[in-house]
């Protein structure tokens, strides 16, 4: 019992500089419209767009710099022996794990609505399980560059994360502060 809590824990720890990284777009999209411009240009492959309306440069900005200020928080809580523990990197590079983290949770979240454009799925329409898990798998690729995450974190990752994104995304649907509950 003590090792599943443990992995799970580890799972959570690692994966919090890309669960803020994915939520940053949301949370910036109604204050601020520095960098409000689509990732794909408006440029279309095909009849629909490359990435979709939502995807843009603020979200990546956000979502790497949300990404940097978690890993630096972990950073300073390595010392701290609990968060050691649940620690499997080592966040004396928090710049770049923030970055990594960031930017491969935003990455594997344009792949995902890469294909969803060529599948002719409208933005906001649910893509399970891809929708869920996108975020993840980009930013473990990403971190991947600096230390591979070992298997039972891989999958504890996704499967945690799956369960996390539509409960959260409900709330925040409930909340009013999406539009679409994926």
Known sequence: MIDILQILLKSVYLMLPAYFANMAPVIVRKHINFLDYPVDFNRKMG????????KTWRGIFFGVIFGIIIAFVQSLLQ???FFASVSFLDYSNWLIIGILMGLGALVGDLAKSFFKRR???KPGKSFVPFDQID???GSLLFV?????????????????SFILHITVNHIAFYL????EKW
């Open 79 to 81: 010392g701290i022996p």
């Open 47 to 54: 009849r629909n767009r490359i990435f979709g309306e939502n």
């Open 144 to 160: 991947s560059i600096i230390k591979v995450p070992t298997i039972d974190l891989i999958m504890t990752s996704l499967i945690i």
């Open 119 to 121: 599948l002719d799925i």
């Open 135 to 137: 975020f993840v798998i």
């Open 176 to 179: 009013k502060i999406r539009k």
